[in-house]
C-alpha cells in the first residue's frame, strides 16, 4: 500500500516510489502505475520519490534560480514577457494572475486589486521556430565574473531532464489505463512544455492580514496535461479538498509534485481530475523566528502539454460509445494560447 503525503478532510494525495515503475519487476510497475492512475484519478495529485534525477541537479536549478531573481528589476524587465504564444520570458509580481476566473475583464479587476505576490521566468524548448527563449546575459563585467554563466546551458539540462520524466509519468498512466506503455509518446515528442523559475518575495505577514484574501498565487487549476513541481521548505502550497477546503501540501524532500491540468482531464473525458490548488500564506513556524517578514520562497514548475500540433480526443478506454464523450476534439496550442491570454490579460 502507498503511504499518503498529504491526508485530510476527504482529500488523501499518495507518496509513490517512482523507481518501482522505472526499474522494478513487471507486477511491480504495474502496481506502481496502477496506483499513479488511481492519484491522478481521485485526488489529481501525486507526491513521487526516488526520481531518476539527482538531488544535486535539482538543488543547482534552485540554485541558479536564486541568481536570476537576484539581478536587477530593470535587467529582469529587459527580459520581460510577451506573447501567449511565444509563453516565454519575465513576469514581474502583479503581471500574471491566476484565478478560476474566466472572463477577461473580471480577472483584469481581480489582478489590480489582489495582485499575485510572485516573479517568474517562463522557459519553453530552445528550438521552436519564431519563438526564442529570453536568456539573461552570461557576459562578465568590468572584469568581475557574472554570476550567471552557464545558466542557459544549466536549464536547457534541467528542462531535457524533466521531459523525460514528463514522458515516464505519461507512460505510467498509459499502463494504468490497459494501454501500450508508449501510447503518450507521440504526444508529447516535440517537448512543447514550460519549465517555469518561481520567486515569492519576502513579505512583511501584516499583508496578509491588511488584504483580505491576499494569496501567493490564487487559487487555479493548472491548463496542461500534467505539472511537475519541486518545491522548498517554506511550505504555501494547499489543494482543493473534496468539501472545497484546501488542506496544506507540505514539503516533502527528496520528491516533487505532480499534479493534472484541465487538458489532461478533458482528454480523459474527465475520468482524471484537474484540482483547484493555491499558494497562500505560508504555516508560522514554531517559536516565531519568522519575526515580522516571511522569508522568500522558491520552486520551479515544469507544464506539460501534448505536442502543440495534435489534435486531442478522449482516450481509448474512458468512454463506451461515441455519445459518452463529453468533449468535442481540440487543437492543443490553440486550447493553451487561449486559457495564457486570460491569464495575462
Not at 494525495?13 to 522494478?24: A, H, R, T, V
Not at 480523459?268 to 520562497?297: L, W
Amino acid at each position: 500500500m502507498e503511504k499518503a503525503a498529504v491526508q485530510g478532510d476527504g482529500l488523501l494525495i499518495p507518496l509513490i516510489d517512482f523507481s518501482k515503475f522505472l526499474n522494478g519487476s513487471p507486477p511491480q510497475k504495474l502496481e506502481t502505475a496502477k496506483a499513479i492512475l488511481t492519484g491522478f484519478q481521485t485526488a489529481g495529485f501525486i507526491y513521487l520519490s526516488n526520481l531518476p534525477i539527482a538531488p544535486s541537479t535539482v538543488a543547482q536549478a534552485f540554485d541558479r534560480s536564486a541568481q536570476f531573481f537576484r539581478l536587477p528589476l530593470s535587467t529582469k524587465d529587459s527580459l520581460a514577457w510577451s506573447t501567449p504564444e511565444a509563453n516565454r520570458g519575465y513576469s514581474s509580481p502583479g503581471r500574471e494572475k491566476v484565478s478560476l476566473l474566466a472572463n477577461d475583464a473580471d480577472v483584469s479587476a481581480l489582478r489590480t486589486s489582489i495582485p499575485d505576490i510572485k516573479e517568474s521566468l517562463e522557459i519553453g524548448r530552445e528550438d521552436e521556430p519564431g519563438h526564442p527563449n529570453r536568456w539573461p546575459s552570461e557576459e562578465a563585467g568590468e572584469g568581475a565574473p557574472n554570476e550567471l554563466t552557464g545558466f542557459k546551458q544549466s536549464m536547457l539540462s534541467f528542462f531535457g531532464d524533466l521531459a523525460e520524466l514528463h514522458t515516464s509519468v505519461m507512460r505510467a498512466i498509459a499502463v494504468g489505463m490497459g494501454l501500450p506503455e508508449t501510447h503518450f509518446d507521440r504526444f508529447v515528442s516535440d517537448r512543447d512544455n514550460t519549465l517555469r523559475l518561481l520567486h515569492y518575495p519576502a513579505v512583511r505577514r501584516d499583508v496578509f492580514q491588511i488584504n483580505p484574501g491576499q494569496v501567493r498565487a490564487g487559487e487555479h487549476s493548472d491548463y496542461g496535461s500534467v505539472t511537475i513541481l519541486f518545491q522548498d521548505q517554506r511550505g504555501g502550497l494547499q489543494v482543493q479538498s473534496p468539501s472545497g477546503a484546501f488542506v496544506d501540501a507540505t514539503p516533502i524532500e527528496g520528491t516533487c509534485v505532480v499534479n493534472a491540468g484541465d487538458l489532461l482531464a478533458r482528454w480523459s473525458n474527465d475520468t482524471i481530475r484537474s484540482t483547484v490548488h493555491r499558494v497562500v500564506e505560508p504555516p508560522r513556524r514554531e517559536g516565531g523566528e519568522d519575526g515580522e517578514t516571511y522569508p522568500a520562497r522558491y520552486s520551479i514548475a515544469y507544464f506539460c502539454n501534448p505536442n502543440f500540433k495534435d489534435f486531442i480526443e478522449a482516450i481509448p478506454g474512458t468512454y463506451a460509445a461515441e455519445a459518452d464523450k463529453k468533449y468535442e476534439g481540440i487543437n492543443s496550442g490553440e486550447y493553451l494560447v487561449q486559457r495564457l491570454k486570460t491569464t495575462y490579460g
